[in-house]
């Protein structure tokens, strides 16, 4: 079953807003009630309502919404969305603008203080050069190739009874001696009752609507299952057969032969491995670099070359040569 994501809203009831009149000073005058001034008959301005506060909330009885008032384009006074002619001059209203919504937040102005946003930055902008001066700048160096060591390894394998652990699902089927255990495996999301939010929208003809929107929540819960150890014959590495010298002459240890079956206690050789080093030598100092086996074949000893180095450290930078 999924679980249910989509919010929803739930109307709470819709009330007046409250407008202030510009000309008398008449406060909290009735965004539907009072399309003109009680106090002095000026027309409402749609852009002076505002939200009340729960104490001076009245509710919208016997009002029909038909949709956000129209600005008048000739007199600039808000209008009913069902007027044909603006109320005031008579202009039509066919095409004329909804007023503009008021919103129930207004972004409040940022405090004023210490610039630390400027100190902080100019601190990260200086740690960075500071990092690219030590760790990151490089500069061209002249070095001689003084000389090539390699390094090999076999890895030895010999078929055994090991100890193993996994999932149920994970067990292998020639696995035995077989014992499990609950445990948690993952978790999933189960539904958890909602989130709620009370919001004010204008619905631009002088009311509001207060709605609940709510959003589903959900918890994780824990997910178990079987965790098993078992016993089982597999190839293990037991050993590895090293060499190492120097020059271009490579050299592998001789490794066991394939056997001819696969029983408990046979042996055979398993992953190879070989390193490659130069050194190299500007006259004071000796740098050495582990590189690919075509990158070591292409110098010679004695060989000028010019590669990078970390420009504080002197480190050379392998992937130059």
């Given at each position: 079953m999924s679980t249910p994501t989509t919010p929803r809203e739930e109307s709470l009831g819709s009330y007046e807003m409250l407008w202030d009149c510009p000309h008398c000073d008449t406060k909290k005058n009735l965004g539907v009630t009072h399309r003109h001034c009680p106090n002095c008959g000026a027309p409402q301005d749609a852009s002076k309502r505002y939200f009340p506060s729960d104490a001076d909330k009245v509710a919208v009885a016997n009002h029909q919404f038909t949709g956000a008032d129209r600005v008048c384009s000739s007199c600039s006074t808000a209008q009913s969305a069902k007027a044909k002619n603006c109320g005031k001059c008579g202009a039509p209203l066919d095409g004329m603008k909804a007023v503009p919504l008021i919103l129930q937040h207004k972004a409040a102005p940022a405090a004023k203080g210490r610039p630390w946003g400027w100190y902080i930055l100019a601190f990260v902008l200086l740690m960075s050069v500071a990092i690219w001066w030590r760790?990151?700048?490089?500069?061209?160096?002249?070095?001689?190739?003084?000389?090539?060591?390699?390094?090999?390894?076999?890895?030895?394998?010999?078929?055994?009874?090991?100890?193993?652990?996994?999932?149920?699902?994970?067990?292998?089927?020639?696995?035995?001696?077989?014992?499990?255990?609950?445990?948690?495996?993952s978790t999933k999301s189960v539904p958890d009752g909602e989130s709620c939010t009370m919001v004010k929208r204008d619905k631009g003809d002088g009311t509001f609507e207060e709605v609940n929107q709510c959003t589903p929540k959900t918890r994780e819960e824990p997910v178990y299952d079987d965790h098993c150890d078992f016993r089982v014959d597999r190839w293990t590495a037991v050993d590895e057969l090293k060499q190492a010298g120097t020059g271009l002459d490579v050299k592998w240890a001789a490794a066991p032969p394939q056997p001819a079956q696969t029983v408990i206690g046979a042996r055979r050789a398993g992953a190879r491995d070989a390193t490659y080093t130069l050194d190299f030598s500007d006259g004071k100092k000796t740098r050495t670099c582990n590189v690919s086996e075509g990158t070591w074949r292409k110098y010679k000893d004695g060989q000028h070359v010019k590669a990078k180095a970390r420009a504080s450290s002197g480190e050379l930078v392998c992937s130059s040569l």
């Amino acid at each position: 079953m999924s679980t249910p994501t989509t919010p929803r809203e739930e109307s709470l009831g819709s009330y007046e807003m409250l407008w202030d009149c510009p000309h008398c000073d008449t406060k909290k005058n009735l965004g539907v009630t009072h399309r003109h001034c009680p106090n002095c008959g000026a027309p409402q301005d749609a852009s002076k309502r505002y939200f009340p506060s729960d104490a001076d909330k009245v509710a919208v009885a016997n009002h029909q919404f038909t949709g956000a008032d129209r600005v008048c384009s000739s007199c600039s006074t808000a209008q009913s969305a069902k007027a044909k002619n603006c109320g005031k001059c008579g202009a039509p209203l066919d095409g004329m603008k909804a007023v503009p919504l008021i919103l129930q937040h207004k972004a409040a102005p940022a405090a004023k203080g210490r610039p630390w946003g400027w100190y902080i930055l100019a601190f990260v902008l200086l740690m960075s050069v500071a990092i690219w001066w030590r760790c990151i700048r490089k500069k061209n160096i002249e070095l001689d190739v003084k000389g090539h060591r390699w390094a090999t390894v076999i890895t030895v394998e010999e078929y055994r009874e090991v100890g193993q652990s996994g999932w149920r699902n994970e067990v292998p089927s020639d696995a035995r001696a077989i014992t499990c255990s609950q445990q948690k495996r993952s978790t999933k999301s189960v539904p958890d009752g909602e989130s709620c939010t009370m919001v004010k929208r204008d619905k631009g003809d002088g009311t509001f609507e207060e709605v609940n929107q709510c959003t589903p929540k959900t918890r994780e819960e824990p997910v178990y299952d079987d965790h098993c150890d078992f016993r089982v014959d597999r190839w293990t590495a037991v050993d590895e057969l090293k060499q190492a010298g120097t020059g271009l002459d490579v050299k592998w240890a001789a490794a066991p032969p394939q056997p001819a079956q696969t029983v408990i206690g046979a042996r055979r050789a398993g992953a190879r491995d070989a390193t490659y080093t130069l050194d190299f030598s500007d006259g004071k100092k000796t740098r050495t670099c582990n590189v690919s086996e075509g990158t070591w074949r292409k110098y010679k000893d004695g060989q000028h070359v010019k590669a990078k180095a970390r420009a504080s450290s002197g480190e050379l930078v392998c992937s130059s040569l």
